[in-house]
């Protein structure tokens, strides 16, 4: 079965860092391009990060460039997105997606999602 986990996200203080792990089960990430999108209530699913395969091209929403960093780690089948100096509009279901070789920051190129993992920014 395959699937997409998750983890990392909490309750952090403005100006915190978090780091989201996406661990894959079920099929290797290695041809895979990865995404990350992130959802507030009231608001479209919206692209944050996407890596391209085997640590290729990456792209960032503009809200987010130089706070975030997505990387991938294939031996360990996982992708991470570092996030830094977190604000309070961060705040949203963060989750991963990921589609054959490219990275794309459409919502419907995504074939497999995993649930999701809740970051909340807040004093």
């Known amino acids: 079965q395959l699937q997409l986990v998750e983890s990392g996200g909490g309750l952090v203080q403005p100006g915190g860092s978090l780091r989201l792990s996406c661990a894959a089960s079920?099929?290797?990430?290695?041809?895979?391009?990865i995404g990350w999108f992130r959802q507030s209530p009231g608001k479209e699913r919206e692209g944050v990060a996407c890596?391209?395969?085997?640590?290729?091209?990456?792209n960032y929403a503009d809200s987010v460039k130089g706070r975030f960093t997505i990387s991938r780690d294939n031996a360990k089948n996982t992708v991470y997105l570092q996030m830094n100096s977190l604000k309070p509009e961060d705040t949203a279901i963060y989750y991963c997606?990921?589609?054959?070789?490219?990275?794309?920051?459409?919502?419907?190129?995504?074939?497999?999602w995993g649930q999701g993992t809740q970051v909340t920014v807040s004093s």
């Open positions: 890596i391209a395969i085997s640590g290729g091209s990456t």
């Open positions: 997606a990921a589609r054959w070789y490219y990275c794309s920051g459409s919502v419907p190129d995504y074939n497999y």
């Open positions: 079920g099929f290797s990430l290695d041809y895979y391009g």
